[in-house]
């Protein structure tokens, strides 16, 4: 849906001698609005690819991720290795240890294999993200080429929002209710519950498209116990 039908929706509702006024706004907030939600729900997920040179054990995470999701190094999963656990990261020289990775480790904008790769590979890398919606002028360098690279499920445009077409008609709700917020209109809590409803909604169908039918099943009966997947 482009951004212009989306600032219609907005507007609708408010008075005609205002709409005008409110529709710079109305777009700036819907640019908020998406943001707030991938945020909210971590609906935007993308694949990415990194070629390992040989003895490389740092990757660098892009600045927009949010989740790490899984992991593979030459086909292969690795296992999430957190610090606390007994494992050793390196030789008796004090370098890092080299191998065939098997584990990673998430510190900062930083990807640590573990071991380090003793030949060269390819990463691959699932997780959820975010971009800033700025004003579109962000999408002007990115082309089909090193875009479709780099995501799984969307194409970025700047006519209209990059997040999926089903929740871009929940986006007018939280710029109802910021406007109606700025003009001290007592309707905005109605916007606002709306939208945060909505989210909440997304944010549980998204986290449940990634837990296993059995873990589902098992959580109903023991809300402690935990899922490795």
Request: aromatic fraction near 16%; hydrophobic fraction near 35%.
């Amino acid at each position: 849906m482009l951004w212009s039908k989306l600032v219609d929706r907005v507007l609708v509702g408010f008075e005609g001698t205002k709409q005008n006024l409110y529709r710079t706004r109305a777009q700036e907030y819907l640019y908020e609005a998406q943001e707030d939600f991938v945020l909210g729900t971590k609906c935007l997920e993308f694949l990415l690819n990194s070629s390992v040179a040989k003895d490389q054990y740092i990757i660098e995470l892009p600045d927009s991720y949010l989740d790490i999701n899984r992991v593979e190094f030459n086909g292969e999963p690795l296992e999430y290795l957190p610090l606390w656990q007994n494992s050793q990261f390196f030789n008796s020289a004090g370098e890092w240890l080299m191998g065939t990775p098997s584990y990673y480790h998430v510190q900062g904008q930083e990807l640590f294999i573990i071991p380090g790769a003793k030949s060269a590979g390819t990463l691959k890398l699932w997780c959820t993200g975010v971009y800033e919606s700025a004003d579109g002028s962000y999408w002007e360098n990115f082309t089909d080429a090193n875009w479709e690279s780099n995501t799984t499920t969307l194409r970025a445009f700047t006519e209209e929002p990059y997040i999926q077409e089903p929740y871009q008609k929940y986006l007018p709700n939280y710029a109802k209710y910021m406007i109606m917020l700025d003009e001290s209109d007592d309707r905005f809590g109605n916007f606002k519950s709306m939208y945060e409803e909505d989210k909440d909604k997304v944010r549980k169908q998204v986290q449940g498209r990634k837990v296993p039918i059995v873990s589902r099943v098992k959580d109903s009966l023991d809300s402690n116990t935990i899922f490795k997947y």
